[in-house]
């Protein structure tokens, strides 16, 4: 059996680890949004989003109904939310003054009872609202918002958890900006979309460095949505890094202490 001398163990060593380190380095194009060469500083690019899906209320929403009329005492009996309570907003006080939509499809309107709102739009909802309440309020003005509205970011992003969005809609690029970015490890061309519908889970890989995303219906996300950015090989390459680097120390100075032993005799 032939045994590499000390000074092949460590140029070895060395290698491994130059190696080890060029798979590491983390690939431009994966670490850019909207990677399209077509992109210039001198011409303008349009692009249509026609896309975009319409948001259909589902079970478990939060709503905020607001019921205004002339008549101030009847608007503060159908009106869970006080007036005041908008200086101080929270998940938790959305929750406990909104109307939440029950198994069935219903929130619960004083006096005018249940009132299914599952699968139809903020504005229909709005429209349906007011049908049920226009029995004992006339001229009232509806005013509906969606308060139960949050998207959860996780993997390779600075701050993953769970963002709630006080606006009728959000991008995915908004989302991730609220999340801090995808950090240089997070790898921009497989994101993973989850999102829940009435028919199950539907999970869809979105690439970010295409600019085919600013058209695509996956641009504008829906209450509920999960965002999972994957992370680069180059990250786990770096973890590895830190153990080739002991290996190779320990190496070297195995080797070193082998070539003054045999110096020495």
Known sequence: MKIMSPRGLHARSVFVVVAIALTGCVAKKKSMYFADPGFT???????????????????????????????????SYFNIEKETMYTNISPATTYLNGYSVDESGNIEIPEAGAVNVEGLTIKEAEAKIMKAVGHYLNKATIIVKLVSFKVTILGEVRSPGVQYVYNDQVTIFEA??????????????????????????????????????????????????????????????????????????????????????????
């Open 41 to 75: 500083s001198t011409d303008q690019v349009t692009i249509n989003n026609k896309n975009k899906t319409v948001y259909r209320l589902q079970k478990r929403d939060v709503l905020s109904v607001r019921i205004k009329t002339l008549d101030a005492e009847s608007s």
């Open 176 to 265: 991730l900006g609220m999340s801090g970015d995808i950090t240089e490890f997070g790898n921009r061309t497989n994101v993973n979309l989850i999102r829940y519908t009435s028919a199950g889970q539907h999970v869809v890989v979105i690439n970010l460095a295409e600019p085919r995303v600013l058209a695509s219906e996956y641009l504008y996300l829906q209450p509920n949505d999960v965002l999972y950015v994957q992370p680069l090989k180059a990250k786990i390459a770096r973890g590895n890094l830190t153990a080739i680097s002991v290996a190779s120390f320990v190496l070297s100075l195995v080797s070193t202490i082998i070539l003054i032993s045999e110096t020495s005799k």
